[in-house]
């Protein structure tokens, strides 16, 4: 029996995404098909969805980068399976706060959290993304040259990247 066939046919919690994404993790043969390393963008494959969870395979190059992001109203959890990402969380008026997360680690957000992941420099990475309920749209935040936060919407099968956009 495999993780997903065990789903328990509702939204899951945030801790429940952490253990759904970490064990997930542990089934290298259940997501290693769906692994796409390009240069040029980074390989996002579907592993999963039904009503209540989504899950999706992100392979990343060196300097593959989602740009600032919320997921709208579903909570994630995330395994890093190969390499090295980092997350950083946005914070106005000050530094970012940033994790590095390799292999074998994780971490997971609320509706309410707006990052952005990023593999800046490093190795080929891979991780695996868990979210409930379903992504249907997502917020890309830019804050524009005379210091206003801007968010755009876009549907959760467009690739996220940073978001350049000029002065208003």
């Known amino acids: 029996m495999t993780p ?5 046919g509702r939204d899951l919690e945030v801790r429940e995404l952490e253990a759904l ?3 997930l993790a542990a089934e290298p043969e259940t997501w290693r098909p769906l692994v796409r390393h390009d ?12 009503e209540n969870v989504e899950v999706w395979v ?7 980068d989602t740009g600032f992001h919320d997921h709208g109203r579903s909570s994630g959890g995330v395994a890093c ?13 000050g530094v970012h706060v940033q994790r590095h997360v390799a292999a ?11 990052h952005r992941v990023h593999n800046d420099g ?12 379903p992504l249907d749209v997502l917020g890309s935040y830019v804050v524009t040259e005379d210091g206003v936060l801007v968010r755009e919407t876009i549907t959760a099968d467009e690739e996220l990247r940073p978001v350049e956009r000029a002065a208003a």
């Open 4 to 8: 997903l066939s065990a789903l328990p």
């Open 21 to 23: 994404a970490a064990a």
């Open 39 to 50: 240069a040029g963008q980074r390989g996002f494959e579907r592993l999963h969805r039904d």
């Open 58 to 64: 992100i392979s990343w190059m060196t300097f593959h």
């Open 81 to 93: 399976v190969e390499g090295e990402v980092c997350e950083e969380r946005m914070a106005l008026g």
């Open 104 to 114: 074998g680690g994780g971490f997971s957000f609320d509706p309410s959290a707006i």
């Open 122 to 133: 490093g190795a080929p990475a891979v991780t695996i993304h868990c979210y409930s309920p």
